[in-house]
């Protein structure tokens, strides 16, 4: 973990593990279920390390969709300079998970399909897989902003009728 990156009075504590994308959703409750303003961290280890462009997108990419920064930080993506690893650090206000994913899938899998894979596959298929990330997010949220929105309407007691 780069130096520092703890603040004081608080500590990282390993929740899960995921070696694919769909197991990060494993993680997702998880998060869900932590109170609003608890800081979240998630370290992301990589067979070779990310683009600066890539990892400059994706912290561009996570501030433009609201994503908070924690209080007295000014950047969501560090790298790690030991390991090809990152860490994404946000601030809980609702459930972030699924569009961090989203993102991740969006900016890292040219990565990680390797730019040569990537570069091959016809514009077609980069759109169908950027339209399927898009509607799970999509999905995701509307999941949650139901469960979270919509409120049983109280009914009155006793009242003329």
Request: proline share 7%.
């Amino acid at each position: 973990m780069p130096n520092g990156m703890v603040p004081p009075g608080y500590t990282a504590t390993l929740i899960g593990s995921a070696t694919t994308y769909e197991e990060l959703n494993t993680v997702t409750p998880l998060e869900e279920g932590s109170a609003e303003g608890t800081l979240m961290l998630m370290r992301l280890d990589f067979a070779e390390y990310p683009s600066a462009e890539a990892l400059s997108k994706l912290a561009a990419d996570l501030e433009a969709a609201g994503v908070p920064t924690w209080p007295g930080y000014t950047s969501i993506v560090y790298q790690e300079t030991e390991a090809p690893s990152i860490y994404i650090a946000w601030q809980k206000g609702f459930a972030w998970m699924p569009i961090i994913i989203g993102i991740l899938v969006l900016t890292l899998l040219p990565t990680l399909l390797g730019a040569f894979i990537w570069w091959l596959l016809p514009q077609s298929i980069k759109d169908l897989i950027v339209a399927m990330v898009n509607f799970g997010i999509l999905f995701l949220m509307m999941m949650f902003m139901s469960k979270v929105m919509v409120k049983e309407p109280k009914r009155l007691e006793g009242g003329k009728g």
